[in-house]
């Protein structure tokens, strides 16, 4: 089977449901970007040597997955198979926000991304995921979009914080204060 089909040479592309619409349509922006996302956490999953973080994220793989399943269909209904985020979702990931959070110093200031490679990497998923979460509310502005991935995705944003902060230390690294400079 040949993985080109020619069919979207001309700037369209099909949904879940086979509704085909432009490669620019605010849905394909939509799971496009948790796609994005979706590879950039695997990145930061094969940076990562604590088989504990691996098997987390391998968990955060499989609901981004589900996600940009979810916002792959144009209609939300019954007769279609159509993969969900459940609230065991969100208390297995708020856990795990709970469990990093404890591991790590208290946050007095803002940090400025880096410190080390894995915190990094953290930091770059992190902010493509508030890019994902904006465009799934904007394409939940014009069409159905379940609540639950706008939920999920916000707060894997805050999970990805406390890991790139995880990161830090796990790695005997220093975080960056920021210190703004003012008159």
Known sequence: MKIYTKTGDKGTTSLATGTRVSKTNQRIEAYGTVDELT??????????????????????????????????????????????????????????????????PQLRSFVIPGGNQVSSLCHVARSICRRAEREALRLA?????????IKYLNRLSDFLFILARKAIKDGNSKEIIWKPRVD
């Open 39 to 104: 590879s950039f956490v695997a990145l930061v999953r094969d940076s990562v040597t604590d088989e504990e973080v691996k098997e987390t994220l391998l968990e955060v793989l499989d609901r981004l997955m589900t996600i940009g399943g979810i916002l792959s269909f144009d209609v939300i209904e019954t007769t279609y198979k159509i993969p969900l985020i459940v609230e065991e979702d969100f208390k297995f990931i708020e856990g795990k926000i709970d469990q990093y959070t404890s591991e790590v």
């Open 141 to 149: 502005q014009e069409s159905e979009v379940p609540e639950s991935c």
